[in-house]
């Protein structure tokens, strides 16, 4: 780690006077500043929250590809990070920063970590959040998945189908709400039935403005009454009256990306590979040997 040399003739002073400061940046686009010193800090165009409930351990950082890793944790304060927020997943994935700051002359400081958020636990009016370096996504599998279906997410920039044509989404106030998971409408056509499957259910206004859930079931029961079911309850409770935003769903196959989505073009699937049939055939000497189905 290289420091700037105001920060390292402050080191060798003998006497400091240091601080940790730290950014949360969730994907909904809040901002927020938290530092483990008695008072407010300012950089950055951002105020750094003092008496906040947060602080970290000691940032853990290596040579080469390991991951840098670090863990904050901290009290829940409504008035910073609140249980709500946790629940309902506000802070998974957040992207956070930590600078060491002194606090006597904030423009002599350097950062010390940079990445996401990873599993929060919560106990007792506490939490502890994992905090994983910019190496954690060289962990991930790259490269693509030989598969009949589609390896691409509907709407991303392999997909490229955009959604704001009419007919792939509908927005409209909810009406019947259960265990934030079941949502009915008494009035909603203009769609097939499962058109919504597999789906994304995006709440648009009310307490949990901003959560997403993947669309379960899409049923239409009893003339135009729609019955759409996410796979799980979403993280805050909305309510009869909130606005959301639900998206057609695409199983992955290629008939469907061709004729639901007249998007064959983008289809990032393999539909001709053989299956595990023919991996398993060997010659025989009599009987038909075309190349077909085995089961034919």
């Known amino acids: 780690m290289s420091y700037p040399q105001t920060l390292k003739d ?12 730290f950014s949360v940046t969730r994907r909904d686009g809040v901002v927020l500043g938290f530092t483990d010193h008695d008072r407010d800090l300012v950089f950055d165009g ?17 040579t080469g590809l390991s991951v840098d890793n670090t863990e904050a944790f901290g009290a ?13 997943g506000r802070y998974d994935g957040a992207e956070v920063r930590g600078w ?24 007792g009016g506490a939490f502890n959040a994992e905090l994983r370096g910019l190496s954690e996504g060289l962990n991930q599998p790259q490269g693509r998945i030989y598969h009949s279906r589609c390896s691409a997410i509907l709407g991303d920039g392999k997909c490229r189908f955009d959604f704001g044509q009419i007919g792939y989404f509908d927005e409209r106030p909810l009406e019947e709400v259960e265990n934030a998971r079941v949502f009915r409408f008494a009035n909603f056509a203009g769609f097939d039935d499962r058109w919504f499957e597999k789906g994304r259910f ?12 993947v669309v379960k079931g899409d049923r239409i029961r009893k003339g135009s009454m729609r019955e759409i079911e996410l796979w799980q309850s979403l993280g805050a409770m909305p ?15 290629s008939d469907t ?27 025989l000497s009599s009987g038909v040997n075309d190349g077909g189905s085995l089961n034919g």
Request: with cysteine; glycine share 12%.
């Open 46 to 62: 951002l105020t750094f929250l003092a008496g906040s409930g947060m602080t970290a351990k000691a940032i853990q950082q290596g």
């Open 10 to 21: 402050h080191l060798a002073g003998g006497v400091t006077t240091l601080a940790r400061c």
């Open 239 to 253: 309510v009869a009256g909130d606005m959301v935003r639900i998206e057609a769903g695409c199983d992955r196959r």
């Open 100 to 123: 060491l700051v002194n606090w006597k002359d904030v423009t002599t400081r350097a950062l010390q970590f940079r990445g996401t958020l990873g599993e929060v636990v919560r106990s």
């Open 257 to 283: 990306c061709r004729l639901k989505f007249a998007n064959l073009a983008n289809f990032r699937g393999f539909p001709d590979i053989p299956g595990e049939d023919w991996l398993m055939s060997y010659p």
């Open 76 to 88: 829940l304060s409504s008035a910073a990070i609140s249980e709500d927020d946790l629940l309902a």
């Open 202 to 213: 995006r709440v648009l206004s009310g307490a949990a403005q901003g959560l997403v859930g």
